[in-house]
C-alpha cells in the first residue's frame, strides 16, 4: 500500500511566522503535489515538483514556497504565515507516467490567528 | 481548462446501484477522465480513470459516451460507507500546457438505510 504522510494534522501558527509542512511518500514516485482545500472551493494545485529538486508552479503559488531534496520528501513552506491562508493542506504523490492516479496525505488542518 | 459539471448532492439507500454523471462538453483529444473520493479529514482516493467505452474495476463501473463530452460513475449497491464526496477530473496535465486536472466541489453522495 502507498503510504503518503503528512508532519501534523493540526496546526496552529500565528500571522508572520514561517511554517513548514512536511510530506513523505515511501512509493518511490516521481512526482508530489501541494494542494490546499477550501469550502465551496475544492483542491487548488499550490506546487507541485516531478523530480527532485524540480518544481513547477500551481495555481495558486503566491506566498509559498517548496523544497525537494529527497525523492521522497517534499515541503511546503509558508515565508510569512497570513490569515488567508489558514486551510486544510493535502500533499500527494504519483508515478510519472500518470498524474491522473494521486495517492493523498491525510490533510494538515493549518489555522493561522 | 476542461471545465466539468456535476450535481451538487445525491441522496441514495444501502443496495441500490448510483449513478453519478459529469459532463464536460470541451474535453480535449488528450484528456483521460478520472474519478476521486474524499471522506471527511481524509484526502481523496482514486476510484477510476478512463478515455473512452467503459471501464471497470472492484469499485466501481465509468461509461463514457463516445463523444467524450459527459461520463457516469456507477457504484453499485451501495453501502452507508460510501457516503463520500465524489470528485470528476478531465484533464492530461498538472501544470503547463494542456488541459489540466482540475478537482471542481464535487458531488456529495448521502446513502441511508
Known amino acids: 500500500d502507498v503510504k503518503v504522510t503528512q508532519s501534523s494534522r493540526y496546526l496552529v501558527k500565528r500571522t508572520g511566522e514561517k511554517v513548514f509542512l512536511e510530506c513523505v511518500q515511501d512509493?518511490?514516485?516521481?512526482?508530489m503535489f501541494w494542494y490546499r482545500q477550501d469550502p465551496g472551493l475544492g483542491l487548488r494545485l499550490i506546487y507541485f515538483?516531478?523530480?527532485?529538486?524540480?518544481?513547477e508552479k500551481g495555481d495558486i503559488p503566491e506566498g509559498y514556497s517548496v523544497s525537494r531534496e529527497k525523492k521522497e520528501r517534499f515541503s511546503l513552506i509558508l515565508e510569512s504565515a497570513s490569515t488567508n491562508q489558514t486551510s486544510m493542506y493535502l500533499c500527494?504523490?504519483?508515478?510519472?507516467?500518470?498524474?491522473?492516479?494521486?495517492?493523498f496525505g491525510p490533510g494538515t488542518r493549518l489555522t493561522v490567528t | 481548462l476542461a471545465k466539468t459539471t456535476q450535481p451538487i448532492s445525491m441522496d441514495s439507500y444501502e443496495g441500490q446501484e448510483v449513478n453519478i454523471t459529469c459532463s464536460h462538453n470541451?474535453?480535449?483529444?488528450?484528456?483521460?477522465i478520472t474519478w476521486y473520493q474524499q471522506f471527511p479529514s481524509q484526502g481523496p482516493r482514486f476510484i477510476i480513470q478512463g478515455y473512452k467505452t467503459k471501464v471497470t474495476n472492484e469499485v466501481a463501473s465509468l461509461f463514457i459516451p463516445a463523444d467524450r463530452k459527459s461520463s457516469t460513475l456507477s457504484l453499485p449497491r451501495v453501502s452507508l460507507s460510501d457516503t463520500a464526496v465524489y470528485y470528476c477530473l478531465v484533464g492530461d496535465v498538472v501544470t503547463g500546457g494542456g488541459n489540466k486536472l482540475t478537482f471542481g466541489t464535487g458531488t456529495q453522495l448521502k446513502v441511508e438505510l
Open positions: 470541451n474535453i480535449a483529444t488528450n484528456d483521460y
Open positions: 512509493m518511490d514516485h516521481e512526482n
Open positions: 500527494a504523490s504519483s508515478y510519472s507516467g500518470s498524474v491522473y492516479e494521486q495517492y
Open positions: 515538483s516531478y523530480d527532485v529538486k524540480m518544481k
